[in-house]
Structure formats: C-alpha cells, structure tokens
C-alpha cells in the first residue's frame, strides 16, 4: 500500500461569526489555530482520501463541490473522499443555519486548502505499513438528562466511549508518516461565546502527536453527540474551559494516543476499498402550527424565529418534506473499517453500528464516525426521543422543519446493505 499526507493552516486572518452557541459571536482573538489535514492511501487500482478540518460542520453541497474539484485534480473518484469535521464551536460558521450565511471567502478557502492537501498527499506517495491500537481517555462524559429532563446534566450512569483509537501508518525506514485518531467527545470545551477562535481540544492533542511521533495527525470523530468533556463550574454543573482545561483535554487525549502507538507493530496490509450511498432519513412529527406560527411572531434575537418563519412558509405551502436525502460512506484502509455518518449520531448509535458491522467484515477494528460529509443535525434512538432532552428537539437549530424518525434503525440497515454489497472485483464492498 501507498500513502501521502499534507497540512494546511486554515486560521482566519480576520474576525468571524464563530458557529455553535445560538446565532454565532463575533471572534476577537485567536486561541489556537485552525488547520486542515489529508491522507491519501492508494492500493492497486483504488485510491481514496480523508481530509480532517477544524470546522463544526460541512453540507453535503460543499462536500460534492470539494469532491469534484479533487477528482478533477487528481482522478480520485468522488464517492472516494472522505470530509470529517472535527465540530469545533469555536470556527467560523461553515453551515448555513439559525439565520448563518457563511462568508464566502472563508468558504473558499477552506475549500481550497481541502483540494490543496488531498492533491499534495497525492502527488508524494510512498510505501506504508500500517498499525491498529487503543489507548483511553478520560475526560468525556454523557451529558443526557434523566427521563422527563431538558438540561444537560452530568450523566455518569450515561453511556460513554473512553477508547482512543489509533491507526498508525508508518514509512519504510520506521517514522510515523501519519496517524488517524478516533475519539468520541463534543469539541466544546471551551464556549464559543468566549468568542476565541479555537480547534478545542482535537486540534491540541494533534499537534501533540504530530510533535512527539512526526508526520500528520488527523483527528476522526466518534458518534458523540450526547457526550461532552467533563468540565464543571461553581454550581457543579458544565462550565466553559479555562484555557488550562483545554490544553489538559488534549494533552491527556494525546498522550493515549502516543502511548497506545508505542506498541503498535506496522505490517503490510494491502486491503483497500470505499462506498459510499445516498440514505433518507425520515422526518416524524413536529411542532404543531400554533407553536410555530408564535416562535415566527418573536423578537428579532429570538434564535428560533429564523427557523419558524421558514417552516411556516412550507405549512403554508403544504410543502412539508417527507424524508431528508443524506449519506454515508463505507471505507477500509487495512485493519480497519470506518462507517461515516453525515450528522451528529449518538453514542449508542455508533455502538448499534459497530456490533452490526463487525460480524460481516474481517476487520480488527470497525471505526462509527460522525460529522462526516454532511450536517444533517442530531441523529438519536427512539428510546431518547421518548425520553425528551436537548438532543431530540434540537432540530430547529439546523434548520429542520422537523425531527427525524427512526434513524437509528435507517443508519444501520444502510451500513449493513454496503457491507453486503461485493465490489465488482469481489474484494470487499467499494
């Protein structure tokens, strides 16, 4: 197997509306940078690329474009890329949302930088052995309320995923060309109402591993979109970080992951394949039309009127949508397989997916990932929707018109059909 890998620094040179706390704060400062990362595995016939960015978020419109540009660039097929956003609240808004239009400019270049790095990495291929370990982490929590709740709470009966996984792909002489580390816990560390701009905690931990094993380190979100770092304030409840908080997050994330990556043992794995499908996620019922026609009628701070005069125009319209189109990706690179998911799935999802996926594929690790190519919003069982909380009505804050229903079972049907599915050379799905 061949590999490249590239790095871009994607840090805005002036101030934005930073996205994920309401309608955005406008930032006033840079904490820690922002950066782009690629890796580019080619094996035979069959090539495929992963680009981490420090952003919230992508839309499926931004993934095709980005997709295109690198196929045409560099003949990767489209459908072979994979876009994971590490879902920093503390980037310029990248999703057009809650009355955010993104900047136009920013938009550009963090699309350039994409195409840049995956075009690099391409360009300076080399021969790789690669390294599947797993360290912990323990600074993630389960932020779900108890039954009948709305607020978040400290949820230490919660579930909760502490594995640091890692995939190490080494050169021939034996340094680290780049590392792939997959961890479940919300970039939202430090409050983006801070208005700082900040990676949070993914960015400090790889630059952490890139400083101590070399090469590039891409950081591979987990399904958590109910789980949170464990920092807490005056009032024992979530509190926003110190900036000392922040670095101890990453540090001790990083710190999994080079101890885990000392006993790796790279070896020649030559299988390498991708798929990728459109899936429908189903929309259940919503607000009724009173309650939305009064959210329309609010102040003009109201972060929920921009979404309510927008799913009034479809009642009005009778136009109100079915399903929402979306996708995901299936891909394996050697040990590993990494189900990519377009939104903000909860943890017991990824698990669903994992324990159905592992059987099928002769895979040491199967990898639930989120954020990926798409932000379609939160992703969560029938269970939790029943239960009630933040994560079940937070629809509106994506600009849905309603929740979605039964997407765990959606999600993990989809994963199931890709890896049934043989590759017309029978290797593997893809």
Aim: aromatic share 6%; charged share 20%; proline share 6%.
């Amino acid at each position: 197997m061949l590999a490249g890998t590239a790095a871009a620094d994607i840090t805005p040179t002036r101030s934005h509306l930073l996205q994920g706390h309401g309608r955005g704060t406008l930032s006033k400062s840079v904490l820690f940078p922002l950066g782009a990362r690629a890796a580019v595995f080619r094996e035979g016939g069959v090539t495929l690329a992963i680009i981490a960015l420090d952003v919230i978020g992508v839309s499926l419109d931004f993934t095709r474009r980005v997709r295109a540009e690198i196929q045409k660039a560099t003949s990767i097929p489209a459908d072979h890329v994979l876009i994971c956003a590490s879902h920093t609240h503390c980037a310029p808004g990248t999703l057009a949302a809650l009355g955010i239009i993104p900047d136009g400019d920013w938009m550009q270049r963090v699309a350039e930088a994409s195409v840049h790095c995956v075009t690099e990495a391409a360009g300076h291929l080399e021969p790789v052995t690669l390294g599947l370990g797993c360290g912990a982490a323990s600074f993630n929590i389960n932020r779900r309320p108890l039954a009948g709740g709305t607020g978040m709470m400290l949820n230490y009966g919660g579930v909760v995923d502490r594995r640091a996984r890692v995939l190490r792909v080494q050169r021939g002489d034996g340094t680290t060309l780049t590392t792939l580390f997959h961890y479940s816990c919300h970039p939202t560390s430090k409050a983006g109402t801070e208005a700082l701009v900040s990676p949070d905690y993914p960015g400090v931990a790889r630059d952490a591993i890139e400083s101590e094993l070399g090469g590039t380190a891409l950081f591979v979100p987990g399904c958590f979109g109910n789980i949170r770092p464990n920092i807490t304030g005056a009032n024992g409840g979530f509190a926003s970080a110190t900036k000392e908080q922040l670095e101890a997050c990453g540090r001790e994330l990083a710190q999994a992951v080079c101890r885990a990556s000392r006993w790796v043992q790279p070896r020649e794995m030559n299988e390498l394949w991708c798929r990728a499908a459109g899936v429908k996620l189903a929309f259940g019922p919503g607000k009724d039309r009173k309650e939305v026609e009064a959210a329309a009628r609010g102040s003009d701070d109201d972060a929920m009127k921009p979404w309510a005069k927008q799913t009034l125009a479809l009642m009005e319209k009778n136009a109100m949508p079915a399903h929402l189109d979306s996708q995901v990706q299936l891909l394996r690179i050697g040990p590993i397989v990494i189900y990519a998911i377009g939104g903000e799935p909860v943890q017991e999802i990824g698990h669903a997916v994992e324990k159905a996926l592992a059987p099928m594929l002769n895979a040491d690790d199967v990898w639930s990932v989120g954020y990926s190519n798409d932000m379609v919003g939160y992703l969560v069982t029938e269970r939790q929707r029943v239960e009630g909380g933040y994560e079940p009505s937070a629809y509106v804050w994506f600009d849905q018109p309603m929740p979605f229903h039964e997407e765990e079972a959606t999600l993990v049907a989809a994963a199931v059909k890709l890896a049934s599915t043989p590759s017309p050379s029978g290797r593997g799905p893809g």
